[in-house]
């Protein structure tokens, strides 16, 4: 006679404290039990309740006079029924909720009118990401230089060439993205929009929605499962016609994909690290595209080196537009020497005289600010002033980073928190003091500075909260907020007309990283953060607070001059042998044990190194040699461009990682590759 199986949850609740797996294995090595997986849809729709006048009510005018007399005794119900009137001139199906809104009344009205057989309720399913209703729309006329743009691309396409398209910031890039998006939507294709950060998303998708209704799907990380599902769904089933999403959009089942556009494409946000798989979202939406036999845009105002050197070998086309849309220019940018106006007295904490001054004109002006600092946090490190001691990470070879909100140290890797140290651990003294500055101690700086100006702050631990980007970027914009502290997340090609000032809190931080690709990041990153000030018709400013004015990159920024910026660093890159002039492999190895993965990267060099065509660099440590309790050793290996030495390396590089952790000591050890780091 056959029983009722019972599942591993409901075992854990009878044997709470042992070890259920454990037992189940035992019990099936005895034959006592028969193990069955059952495959389950853990997706399960939305509904939402549905007000609709009774069938009775529908045609008889007379009878609705008579229920709005008698309802006069009761003035919710009264209320409520006329809100639904109201409502269903406008939509077919009026949801409950909408209903106690628009009457300022509770569930319990609706239920008596229910009763009443004055309404029904139905239940009808409803999608999880809901977008607001679109309005008319803006004007998308383009201008000479677009128009001009815009037909460099579609002779491009119709050559089967990708695009890069170069135009500077403000220049009205998304304007043409709209006029292939609109040209491909006739076709009856679909759209792939990826942004670089989520952060970005919510002006984007208000744009169009005001140009192309709601046919447009989000995805991203901060959805939950369900939310996903449904957008894969519909991508599936075509009903979505745009999808505008952060890399993992990429992955969606397009049913007739016709344009690929990637905004911002020189963002190393794109690079997926951690964990698998370990893709680069421009390079992948190339390979789709190809695939698909989409075409494809790559747009940015300081392309990546990868992209322009295509350009120059002929791979892409370049498209370019060299100026705003509307009467503005290119911001001015001033460069301050911190040193100078250090020795001068022309510091007032944080902020140079020169800085303040201008925060003050462009408030007394009523513009905006942006003051950017690329470190969250209050203080980036506490120190000793006594002895220098310097508070680390039990887990990692980390300073650990103060954070005044909660008024504990956080550790950026592995997010253990520590309390704040009144005495130092070395020397007992109570000299400990902050050490630099974060986003956090810029915001209550700026605020004692300006009492009277309405401060926010865009950073990740600003933003915790599902929406609250959106809703921080709607209160800039309405002019709610006078100046807004924030990290590399506001520099992404974000568009804020009363912009006129950009204060840059410390360039210097940014140059120091040691990374072959870090001169090419400061000067995207510092050029597009020049580009928040001053749109539209407004000339902006920017001042860049520097104790290096005299860096060969801040100098190109200065000038907005890419083009020379890019001969400077190619030269750079062909002369050490880098990317564009080759590929890379990362190998990452860790294990808690220090001696054992530095011997175990030693055996893997010493394997790999008969392997021709490569040139192996290292093993060394990393800048952070230890996260979480695990210590770290690298190999980086330089290939030839050529992909059929590329596909071979990376199966032998596959089969000596299988064999070196197959050994016994080595098992342990976690062995990570990484290609185009």
């Known amino acids: 006679m056959a029983t009722a199986g019972i599942s591993l949850k409901e075992i854990q609740k009878i044997f709470p404290k042992a070890s259920v797996r454990k037992i189940i294995s035992s019990l099936l090595d005895r034959g006592y039990i028969n193990v069955s997986h059952k495959l389950q849809d853990p997706y399960k729709p939305k509904y939402e309740k549905y007000v609709f006048l009774s069938d009775e009510l529908k045609d008889d005018e007379e009878g609705m006079h008579a229920l709005m007399d008698s309802l006069e005794k009761a003035p919710k119900q009264l209320k409520a029924f006329l809100a639904y009137l109201h409502l269903s001139q406008k939509e077919d199906a009026v949801s409950r909720k909408k209903v106690m809104a628009e009457a300022g009344v509770n569930a319990s009205v609706i239920t008596a009118l229910v009763k009443k057989s004055v309404f029904r309720l139905e239940e009808l399913m409803i999608d999880r990401i809901h977008l607001d209703e679109h309005d008319s729309g803006e004007d998308l006329s383009l201008s000479k230089a677009q128009e001009e743009a815009y037909a460099d691309c579609k002779k491009y396409f119709d050559e089967n060439k990708a695009v890069l398209l170069k135009g500077i910031t403000g220049s009205g890039k998304t304007h043409i993205y709209f006029k292939l998006i609109e040209e491909c939507l006739e076709s009856g294709k679909q759209i792939l929009y990826l942004l670089p950060e989520i952060a970005l998303t919510a002006q984007i998708i208000r744009r169009l929605q005001q140009k192309f209704g709601n046919s447009i799907g989000i995805y991203h990380s901060r959805f939950g499962n369900q939310e996903r599902v449904e957008i894969w769904q519909k991508t599936l089933n075509g009903d979505c016609k745009i999808i505008i999403g952060a890399r993992s ?20 946000s794109f690079k997926q690290s951690q964990p ?36 120059k070998q002929g791979r892409f086309g370049l498209v370019e537009i060299n100026e705003r849309f509307g009467e503005g220019g290119l911001p001015e940018v001033n460069i301050i020497d911190v040193k100078k106006a250090t020795e001068e007295k022309q510091m007032r904490g944080l902020f140079s005289i020169e800085l303040v001054n201008a925060i003050k004109e462009a408030l007394g002006n009523r513009k905006q600010v942006i003051l950017f600092q690329n470190r969250r946090g ?52 109570n000299q400990v003091q902050t050490k630099s500055f974060g986003t956090q101690r810029i915001e209550e700086e700026v605020q004692l500075e300006f009492p009277k100006a309405k401060i926010a702050r865009f950073d990740w631990d600003s933003l915790k909260r599902k929406n609250a980007y959106k809703d921080l970027l709607n209160q800039f914009e309405n002019r709610q907020i006078d100046i807004l502290v924030g990290t590399q997340m506001l520099v992404k090609g974000l568009d804020f007309e009363n912009v006129s000032l950009v204060g840059v809190l410390s360039a210097d931080s940014l140059l120091s990283y040691p990374d072959f690709r870090v001169n090419e990041r400061v000067f995207q990153l510092l050029e597009q953060v020049s580009g928040r000030a001053g749109r539209k018709d407004k000339l902006g400013k920017v001042l860049i607070q520097s104790q290096r004015p005299e860096h060969p990159i801040i100098a190109f920024v200065k000038e907005h001059d890419y083009d020379k910026f890019y001969l400077e660093e190619i030269k750079s890159r062909e002369s050490f042998v880098y990317p564009p002039y080759c590929r890379l492999i990362k190998i990452t190895m860790r294990h808690p044990d220090q001696q054992l993965v530095q011997h175990a990267a030693n055996e893997l060099v010493q394997k790999i190194m008969g392997l021709e065509n490569i040139h192996i660099i290292g093993p060394a440590v990393p800048p952070v040699a230890r996260i979480r309790n695990n210590y770290l050793q690298e190999v980086l290996i330089k290939l030839p461009k050529n992909p059929k030495i590329i596909e071979g390396i990376k199966d032998k590089l596959y089969q000596h990682v299988q064999i070196l952790t197959a050994e016994r000591h080595f098992k342990n050890v976690r062995v990570v590759l990484d290609v185009d780091p």
């Open 249 to 268: 959009a990429l992955l969606l089942p397009f049913k007739n994909l016709g344009l690929i556009i990637v905004d911002e494409e020189h963002d190393n």
């Open 378 to 429: 209050y203080a980036p490190f506490l120190m000793c002033y006594s002895c220098g001691w310097i508070p680390q990470c039990d887990q990692c070879d980390v300073s650990l980073t103060f954070h005044k909100g909660s008024d504990k140290l956080h550790c950026h890797y592995c997010g253990m928190v520590y309390p704040y140290p009144d005495l130092c651990n070395d020397c007992n003294s």
């Open 276 to 311: 698998a798989p370990r893709y680069q979202a421009r390079d992948a939406a190339l390979y789709l595209a190809k695939q698909t036999k989409s075409n494809i845009i790559l747009g940015s105002a300081t392309p990546s080196l990868d992209s322009m050197f295509n350009v």
